[in-house]
Structure formats: C-alpha cells, structure tokens
C-alpha cells in the first residue's frame, strides 16, 4: 500500500511557477508508476503529468505540454510536478496517484490518490 501526501501548492500570478512535491510512504513506491491530475470546481478530474517507476518514460497533457516537468526521486520516495509560466486555466486541486502499472493518464489507472493541494492562478 502506499500514502501520497502532496505540498507546494498556493497563490501565484499568472507567469508564475511552482513546485509541487508528493512524498509517499510504503515499500512499494519505487515500482509505482505515477501521475498528477487536477480537477477544477464544476469540472472533471483531468490528467496532467506521468512517470514511470524508473523516471524513464513521462508523458504531459497537451494544455501543460512545454510548461511543466514531471520528475521523481525514488531514494526520497518523491515526486515532483514543476510548473512553469503558469495560468489562470490552471487553477485547481492537483492530486498525486499511485499505480501499479507502468504508467497511465487516466484516473482509473491509478489505485492510490493523495488528498489533494490546491494551486490558484491570479489574473
């Protein structure tokens, strides 16, 4: 089994960056691939980001594709989500996930999910 807990979100104005960080807990990490969704209010749970269990493989939704960067370090049971020139359309929870799999870019891929960290996007 494996617990996600997610930091780094917060407030940030357009053309911002941050960094999210998820740090999990569990023997299992290492071979779990991992992704990052968000979910705006009215809206459903989009992909956003993926890495395999060796960081090897990555794969971006097209709307964050050339702005963020999906990285992991398996001594430190993290994954990060860097995200840059950031926009107001980004404003969401943005969640970490878990999966045994290789990699997936959908919510149902994914068997373990953090609690979410909210990033805003002022105008």
């Known amino acids: 089994q494996v617990q996600l807990v997610e930091s780094g979100g917060g407030l940030v104005q357009a053309g911002g960056s941050l960094r999210l960080s998820c740090a999990a807990s569990?023997?299992?990490?290492?071979?779990?691939?991992m992704g990052w969704f968000r979910q705006a209010p009215g809206k459903e749970r989009e992909f956003v980001a993926a890495?395999?269990?060796?960081?090897?493989?990555?794969a971006y939704a097209d709307s964050v594709k050339g702005r963020s960067t999906i990285s992991r370090d398996n001594a430190k049971n993290t994954v990060y989500l860097q995200m840059n020139s950031l926009r107001p359309e980004d404003t969401a929870v943005y969640y970490c996930?878990?999966?045994?799999?290789?990699?997936?870019?959908?919510?149902?891929?994914?068997?373990?999910w953090g609690q979410g960290t909210q990033v805003t996007v002022s105008s």
């Open positions: 996930a878990a999966t045994a799999q290789a990699m997936g870019v959908m919510p149902d891929d994914y068997r373990y």
């Open positions: 569990g023997r299992t990490f290492s071979r779990s691939g």
């Open positions: 890495i395999s269990w060796s960081g090897g493989s990555t």
